[in-house]
């Protein structure tokens, strides 16, 4: 989160920047420039004989104009040839020398990048996009939050609707009334989430510290 990087950086006076890379590029792909003009909050700009472009995410054809979300999309030395003895998960990702990295992302007028979601982790409801990072940062400020996570489930109407998972650290005293205030007075109309699951566990997550939302949208159980 930028706060964190602004925190570590008084405490310890480096110079943080971020970076981004996945197992199918790796090491990394693009990073904040180390001159002082790094941006908090984006993942910097692509490394040399890099290229990366943002595409509509349905097709994968367009090349969306600076501050559009879409698919970002990678070319370099850094890409793999393909997935072991997989073809058809090749093909479904690497297309033309370019890596679909399924992440959704934008780019500013000066090329830097950043990320906004997982592709698959968008919501749609009613037509609108609602990508669950920008909800789950809104509930996490709240008092008493101590994690949260939010996805998509089925509706017939509405395509989706927005479900939150929200871990709290006193269930039994935590008012919820205030709580769904909150997120009303802090969130627009179509992402405030109809469904709010409380829990005191911790959420599944993976190795690498990040929730596993495929695994809330099956029913959770407190534990």
Same mark, same amino acid.
């Given at each position: ?45 692509? @490394?040399?004989?890099? /290229?990366?472009?943002?595409? =509509? *995410?349905?097709?994968?054809?367009? %090349?969306? !104009? ?32 370019? @890596?679909?990295?399924? /992440?959704?992302?934008?780019? =500013? *007028?000066?090329?830097?990048?950043? %990320?906004? !979601? ?36 089925? /509706? ?68």
């Amino acid at each position: 989160m930028p706060e964190t990087a602004v925190e570590f950086a008084g405490y310890t006076g480096a110079r943080v920047v971020e970076g981004f890379g996945l197992s199918e590029c790796s090491p990394v792909t693009h990073a904040g420039p180390l001159d002082g003009n790094a941006r908090i909050g984006t993942i910097g700009l692509p @490394l040399p004989d890099t /290229d990366a472009l943002i595409v =509509d *995410a349905e097709t994968g054809t367009e %090349i969306l !104009d600076p501050g559009q979300v879409g698919e970002l999309i990678i070319r370099g030395p850094q890409v793999m040839l393909g997935y072991w003895n997989n073809p058809a998960a090749t093909e479904q990702v690497l297309r033309d020398g370019w @890596l679909f990295t399924g /992440d959704l992302a934008t780019q =500013d *007028a000066d090329g830097f990048f950043k %990320i906004v !979601d997982r592709k698959k982790d968008l919501i749609i409801t009613s037509g609108f996009n609602v990508y669950p990072n920008d909800v789950e940062y809104v509930l996490k400020q709240y008092p008493n939050v101590k994690d949260a996570a939010v996805v998509g489930v089925p /509706d017939p109407q509405r395509g989706e609707i927005v479900k939150a998972i929200v871990s709290v650290t006193n269930k039994p005293q935590f008012d919820q009334h205030r709580f769904e205030k909150y997120i009303k007075d802090n969130l627009a109309h179509h992402k405030v989430p109809k469904i709010i699951e409380f829990v005191e566990g911790d959420l599944p997550r993976n190795f690498l510290g990040k929730v596993l939302r495929r695994k809330l949208r099956e029913p959770w159980k407190d534990s």
